[in-house]
Every structure is written in C-alpha cells, then in structure tokens.
C-alpha cells in the first residue's frame, strides 16, 4: 500500500522567513496530494492540494510543488506569519476513499 | 452552519466495555471517514465509507466497526475496548473524496 514519508518533524521559523515541508510516497499510481493544517485542539483543515496532472499550485503565500519522478511533493510557506504556527500534514491517494497521512510537521513562527 | 459533529468529545473508559463514538454531518456529503491521530505517526485511517451501505477497511480496521444507515451518520463502534485504543479520534466527510471537512475530534482513554 501507500506509505508516506513527511520532513522535518518540527520547523522553527523566524517570522518572515520562508518554510518549507517535504513528503515522499511511495505508490506512483497516486494522484492526488493535499495539504492540512491542524491548529491546537482542531481537526485538520484542506489549505492546498494538487494533483497528478499539475507540477506547481500556488495560493497567496502557500504552494505546492509536485515532482511524480522523484514520488515527491513539498509545500511552501512565504513570508510566514505566527498564526501559520499549527502541525501540517501531507497526505496522498491513490484510490477514492483511502487518504494516507504523512506523520506531522510542527511548525513553530517565531516573531 | 455546515458541519461535522463528533459525540462524545472527550471519553474516559475501561477496558472491554463497549462504547460508541458518533459522527454526523450536515452537508449531505456522500463521503464519510473516521482516522485516529497518535503521536509521531500522524492520521491513519480506520473506515471510510463511500455511501450509505458501503464501508471499508482503511489501514487500521482492527477493534473496530462502523455502520452506514443513514447517510449523515457514520458511528464508530469499539466491542471490547483495549488500552492501545488510547487515542485522538476525528471522523470527517467529503462531498466528493477530495477535500476532507474534519470533525472536532474525540479524545478516547481507555484503562
């Protein structure tokens, strides 16, 4: 089955700077790679995802770049801000229905 | 307001006594899911069901059950608890498979 790998497990920023979240996956057939970010005591919420077809999505200061060769996707936080601090979570499937999750990223913004 | 609803929120039991987590939503979303959040491994998916009638096993099915009878509920069943059952518990819906509408989450502990 699927199996997705996140980097790093914690990220200290300094606000301003710029973040940055790795994940690999295992299942070429997988087409489909959303982002979420947790806040403390919240479910996850959807803030950018791509797909197969797209190399590169961007939505104001967060985007998402896809590599399928390399089985690899990585998301990208711009002039981060202290409410970006919160756990993200990358994930990929393959199949309707079954979303596998990566293992975390807290992210830390420092002012 | 367009929701997930998760009952109870927070849950404190002993091991083998059957108790049962639900899960509603208001969005009239084919798509139901229940995952269990533990630290260091991130959100692994228990069932998910793509209709009403129709379940699946996700990547950790085991000590668990689910019913779909109606399409806005999706309970979470556990007929003999057990201490490693200890966990973060978010049920979620989606209208089409894609972005996933998280619940407040259930926080289990069992003794």
């Known amino acids: 089955g699927e199996n997705v790998e996140q980097h790093p497990s914690t990220l200290s920023v300094q606000e301003g700077d710029s973040a940055v979240i790795k994940c690999t996956y295992s299942d070429s057939a997988s087409n489909y790679f959303p982002w979420y970010k947790q806040e403390l005591g919240k479910g996850p919420q959807l803030i950018i995802d791509?797909?197969?077809?797209?190399g590169e999505k961007k939505d104001q200061r967060i985007a998402v770049t896809l590599n399928k060769t390399a089985k690899h996707f990585s998301l990208h936080i711009t002039e981060t801000q202290p409410e970006d601090s919160a756990v993200y979570f990358c994930?990929?499937?393959?199949?309707?229905?079954?979303?596998?999750f990566g293992a975390g990223t807290q992210v830390v913004v420092t002012p | 307001e367009a929701q997930v609803t998760q009952n109870p929120r927070y849950l404190i039991t002993v091991t083998g006594k059957k108790l049962t987590v639900t899960c509603s939503q208001n969005?009239?979303?084919?798509?139901m899911s229940w995952y269990r959040q533990d630290p260091g491994l991130g959100l692994r998916q228990i069932y998910y069901?793509?209709?009403?009638?129709?379940?699946d096993k996700g990547d950790v099915p085991e000590g668990y059950k689910v019913s779909r009878k109606e399409k806005r509920n999706f309970p979470l069943i556990l007929e003999s608890p057990s201490p490693n059952q200890t966990s973060l518990y978010f049920c979620?819906?989606?209208?089409?498979?894609?972005?996933?509408?998280f619940g407040p989450g259930t926080r289990l502990t069992v003794l």
């Open positions: 791509i797909r197969s077809n797209v």
């Open positions: 969005m009239n979303h084919e798509y």
């Open positions: 994930a990929a499937r393959r199949n309707w229905g079954k979303l596998q």
């Open positions: 069901s793509m209709n009403v009638e129709v379940t």
């Open positions: 979620a819906s989606s209208l089409s498979g894609d972005e996933q509408f």
